[in-house]
């Protein structure tokens, strides 16, 4: 019993969603391996995974929204709920770093060491000694082991447009937030609306640089390290779009029906938080994977 003065801590009750989720993760994870290693029934897996997922977020998501507006949350859960997607994002950047320290680590000492920098002349006299330590690496040492690529893709084409669709939609999202703040619900869902606009097109623009490479760069994640790196990179970045652009349309549907005040609206808070984190990691890509 709480002896205290004040409103209880709110305890959720037991949710299976955790579980649906997890299950919706795993089969995501080893479908994409399976697919990897040449299977078919791999991408079965992956539409599964995906459609598990995806029910697992609208039943999760509805459960949080109905308590939410049923006033079961006070203060102290609000408190508790930024602290969480805190440490979410935190989670988040060490997850990319990871990504981009893999990257670092093969530009500035795998690739060079490989081509005798240092004191490693003996590893490029006895391995390798035609390799030749430029990066991308166009060229691989044993070229018939790899899907050798024809070119990188430049900075300046669809990279650069992409960078200020997500600068833009930056921008539109912080307008919205404005709106919200100031009880103007047409700048509110107006600016979402954009802002989920944006996340599409730029998906679009991305899948499109995708089969340009595939088709036309032979660039593939068997590419050596430069196509491992790059698809890595960039496609769990594009997979963080997509699911900043669920959690946006959520917010979008909810600012639609009357959710949210001035006072009370950490949902929006939350899902503008990630997307700026996504707006953060993507000038990174573009500035190392791009344009250096």
Do not use: C
Request: hydrophobic share 50%.
């Amino acid at each position: 019993m709480n002896t205290h003065a004040g409103p209880a801590y709110y305890v959720p009750h037991g949710s299976h969603w955790p579980i649906v989720g997890s299950v919706g993760l795993t089969t995501l994870l080893v479908g994409f391996a399976v697919l990897l290693n040449g299977a078919d029934l791999g991408g079965t897996l992956m539409v599964a995974g995906v459609v598990i997922t995806l029910g697992m977020m609208a039943g999760w998501f509805g459960t949080v929204i109905r308590e939410s507006e049923g006033g079961r949350y006070n203060a102290q859960v609000d408190r508790s709920f930024r602290m969480g997607m805190g440490w979410f994002i935190f989670s988040e950047v060490m997850f990319f770093a990871a990504f981009f320290g893999a990257l670092f680590y093969a530009r500035e000492f795998a690739v060079p060491w490989l081509g005798g920098a240092g004191a490693k002349a003996a590893t490029h006299s006895v391995l390798w000694p035609d390799f030749q330590a430029l990066w991308p690496l166009l060229q691989p040492p044993d070229a018939s082991r790899y899907d050798v690529p024809e070119q990188v893709i430049g900075a300046w084409g669809i990279p650069a447009l992409n960078t200020l669709i997500l600068l833009s939609s930056g921008a539109t999202i912080t307008w919205a937030h404005w709106g919200l703040k100031q009880g103007r619900r047409r700048q509110l869902t107006l600016g979402l609306a954009l802002t989920v606009a944006l996340g599409v097109l730029f998906l679009a623009l991305q899948a499109f640089e995708y089969g340009h490479a595939y088709h036309e760069l032979n660039l593939k994640l068997s590419s050596g390290i430069y196509g491992s790196t790059f698809f890595m990179l960039t496609g769990f970045h594009g997979a963080h779009v997509t699911i900043g652009a669920i959690m946006l349309l959520v917010m979008l549907l909810r600012s639609l029906r009357g959710h949210f005040s001035p006072t009370h609206h950490f949902a929006f808070e939350a899902a503008s938080w990630y997307w700026h984190f996504v707006d953060v990691v993507w000038l990174g890509l573009f500035i190392t994977v791009y344009w250096l």
